[in-house]
């Protein structure tokens, strides 16, 4: 059986039956951790207005599915859209280490609106949820991510619309054979770059809803009898093949349906780019217990894998030199400098962009490859930080930073990051009961439930 055929029938007959509980309680906590997201950028992301301006002219804000935290409602596609470019305008949804990808954003937008437009339960859709992880993570394991990444590739996007298919697919309860033309569809429009770090371009969120539409269409077509492409992720001009140098197809389905990618997916205690959390972990440790003070510092050295340089670390200039949020996302002497000079590292910590203090200390902070946290890559997401202060040096490297499957919060810890970015917007009473039906999506009649109560 092909790699193709062997993920098409894991993906229509997945059910929540399958599932152990932990994993069904993870799924939880990832899609509330994924709307949380979604309700902020939806009023906070300086992308939003321009997006909305364009779907409507395109005519996708005609039908009735819904956005988070939107009193309009829209084409299930253009809902798709919308929910998906902002679940990563934040860039503060989870990440899967070694897949290098943020699977959450164009899987679980798609799951519900597909869930929306066929009244489907929430079991079915936590079902889908979870097999939309699996494609758009083992896929990305198969390229491997690395390779993909140095050829330029967001795998967020290239792989997350595999993933969108994949759920959709499943919750329409498409067969396998139908799934695998969804499949077949979605490699037509698989894409992503990284040339979104040449001026801090909206494209890398923009890419990602993309994503989570274009899987979303895919199956929709699939559904309808459209037809598409045979042997799409191993074929001779298949995904793997097309989209890296050295493929590992027998990856893709290795212990499918036994171990679960989607438990090994971290989430984000910081809105930055993951490759700097490990060194924000350590800036904040240093900070607390060696008392370090920021007007004493000479320099800071922020060690990082080849993968980390490419996204936080060069060109040094202009990393030290972030002129919008997007560059400051991606700007490791950003988020250290705020992490050593405030003590924390959140979204508001984006005003501090221009701050006299904050420009200062850029200046002092270098980022380059460190053989020790090479080897640690792709496992970990890892980094080490030199600070030396008045002749003093203070290190510390983080293997796992916080987050991770190994250091995973709580339900309570995830609740607090939801109630910060959702009460500013839905108001506490109306963010606590989009909560408690998030945290509940298995027993639900009708997933739709959750845009309802989150519109």
């Known amino acids: 059986m092909t790699i193709t055929k ?24 990832l899609v509330l951790d994924l709307i949380g997201n979604v309700v902020r950028a939806r009023h906070d992301a300086e992308s939003t207005p321009s997006l909305l301006a364009a779907v409507r002219v395109m005519g996708l804000a005609n039908g009735d599915a819904r956005v988070f935290a939107d009193p309009a409602t829209y084409a299930p596609a253009g809902a798709v859209l919308i929910n998906a470019t902002l679940a990563h305008s934040l860039d503060f949804d989870d990440t899967h280490a070694a897949a290098i990808v943020h699977p959450g954003a164009p899987v679980i937008p798609a799951a519900l609106a597909a869930a929306e437009l066929v009244s489907a339960s929430g079991e079915d859709t936590l079902a889908a949820i979870v097999a939309g992880y699996e494609i758009a993570l ?38 396998a054979a139908a799934t695998e033309s969804a499949f077949g569809i979605a490699l037509s429009q698989s894409a992503g770059s990284l040339q979104f770090l040449a001026n801090g371009a909206w494209t890398k969120r923009f890419q990602v809803g993309w994503a989570g539409m274009a899987g979303f269409a895919a199956a929709t077509l699939a559904r309808e009898g459209f037809r598409g492409a045979a042997d799409p992720i191993e074929g ?37 780019c993951r490759w700097g959390h490990a060194g924000i972990d350590a800036a904040l440790a240093l900070r607390a217990e060696c008392n370090v003070d920021i007007y004493n510092i000479e320099q800071v050295t922020l060690g990082l894998s080849r993968a980390g340089m490419l996204l936080i670390g060069a060109p040094a200039d202009k990393k030290a030199d972030p002129r919008n949020i997007v560059d400051a996302q991606f700007s490791g002497p950003f988020v250290i400098a705020v992490a050593l000079a405030t003590g924390g590292m959140a979204w508001d910590s984006y005003k501090l962009l221009d701050d006299p203090t904050i ?40 293997v796992t930073p916080k987050g991770e499957p190994e250091t995973f919060p709580t339900e309570a810890e995830l609740r607090g990051k939801f109630s910060s970015l959702a009460d500013a917007v839905l108001g506490k009473p109306q963010a606590n009961k989009l909560a408690d039906a998030i945290l509940h999506l298995d027993r639900l009649a009708d997933a739709a439930a959750i845009l309802r109560e989150g519109a």
């Open 6 to 29: 062997q993920l098409s029938g894991f993906t229509a007959s997945l059910r929540c039956r399958d599932l152990s509980p932990d994993v069904i309680a993870r799924t939880r906590l």
């Open 138 to 175: 083992r896929l990305a394991l198969a390229l491997p991510a690395g390779a993909h990444y140095d050829r330029g590739f967001h795998p967020s996007a290239t792989c997350g619309a595999f993933g969108a298919a994949a759920a959709t697919a499943r919750v329409f309860g498409l067969d």
């Open 236 to 272: 001779r001009h298949g995904f793997l093949n097309a989209y890296a140098p050295a493929p590992e197809p027998a990856r893709a389905v290795r212990d499918l349906g036994m171990v679960w990618e989607l438990m090994r997916t971290g989430v984000k205690p910081y809105p930055s």
């Open 359 to 398: 420009r200062a200390l850029m200046q002092r902070i270098a980022c380059e490859n460190d053989p020790d946290i090479e080897a640690e890559f792709p496992a970990n997401m890892s980094g080490r930080l030199t600070v030396r202060v008045r002749g003093d040096v203070f290190s510390r490297k983080i």
